[in-house]
């Protein structure tokens, strides 16, 4: 009888062992995966000659340098941090092709996973992002307009984010699609700014982002990786919506013209790329979110390359 029991207990005891293990397994695998998911999330980077066409002002080229540094994002914490540097230049059409004022953000993100199933993830995300152009003289004209030759412009912000999305099965062809989904709210108000802002800023934002992503299978004849299947990320599309909600002089909150900026655009990387597209966007600024030119607001069209973190697996199989 003292046996039996002592088996029992062994046996019981292994068993909860087992599945403790397994749960830690589990939380580790996702911890890492999740900090793919935010860096395959981050925004593209781009060069695109002339810019925006349809913009006030004429450019040469136009481009904006992204990227993540994961600064903790490691298997044993489901709390990840990063740096995201993120420059934006207009290379104006003029005799010295001048940039004058460029876009400068230094951010600070963290993320919490939500759930363990990357194929349908869940995760929020708090970022603090300093905004500047690099210029120090008066932000106004002594006639009063904004000077957008030398102003100064400074913004600091919160971007509070939930973002979700799920990945479908893989077809008989190797493809399959990713949907992601990003709710989000914007704060300027709680730190210091450019008074000339007051002119008409966008200080507080509703966000939404929706992103349809296809991968394929590639590299399918290639002799020397007879027995690997490499996928890569063919096309993305995306599509960023956000509306100010703070009080605007004179606009009132159903001033689309004014409140709206949207773009979606498509990017699309063929078969001997490897982490890079060609890009088409089409877009609205109801403020044009380039530093101290945040009175204009126009449609335009952009063209040329993007790039990111992208869904890139090998797989070894053995038929």
Do not use: C
């Amino acid at each position: 009888m003292v046996k039996t029991l002592l088996s029992l207990f062994i046996v019981l005891f292994s068993m909860q062992v087992f599945a403790q293990d397994s749960l830690i397994i589990k939380r580790e695998y996702a911890n890492k995966q999740y900090v793919n998911l935010y860096k395959e999330n981050a925004d593209f980077a781009y060069t695109s000659p002339y810019g925006e066409l349809g913009a006030p002002s004429k450019y040469v080229i136009n481009g904006r340098l992204t990227t993540t540094y994961m600064l903790l994002g490691s298997y044993k914490s489901p709390v990840a941090f990063s740096i995201i540097p993120d420059f934006t230049v207009r290379v104006r059409d003029e005799f010295s092709a001048g940039v004058r004022t460029p876009s400068y953000r230094l951010g600070f993100a963290a993320y919490a996973r939500l759930n363990k199933n990357q194929e349908n993830y869940k995760y929020a995300e708090l970022a603090f992002t300093h905004h500047s152009n690099g210029q120090d003289q008066n932000a106004f004209n002594q006639d009063g307009s904004v000077n957008t030759l030398t102003g100064n412009f400074n913004a600091n912000y919160l971007t509070a984010s939930y973002r979700f999305g799920h990945l479908t099965p893989t077809r008989v062809d190797e493809s399959f699609y990713s949907f992601n989904h990003r709710l989000g709210l914007q704060w300027y108000k709680f730190f210091r700014y450019e008074p000339a802002l007051d002119l008409g800023f966008g200080f507080t934002r509703l966000l939404y982002n929706f992103s349809l992503r296809k991968y394929d299978q590639i590299e399918r004849n290639a002799r020397s990786k007879p027995k690997v299947k490499t996928e890569k990320e063919t096309w993305r599309l995306n599509t960023e919506v956000s509306y100010a909600v703070n009080k605007i002089p004179a606009k009132n909150l159903a001033n689309l013209q004014k409140r709206l900026n949207a773009e979606i655009n498509f990017n699309y990387s063929f078969p001997f790329m490897n982490n890079v597209f060609l890009m088409a966007a089409v877009g609205y600024y109801g403020e044009d979110n380039y530093n101290i030119y945040f009175q204009d607001r126009y449609g335009y069209l952009r063209f040329g390359l993007s790039s990111g973190f992208l869904r890139n697996r090998s797989k070894h199989y053995d038929n």
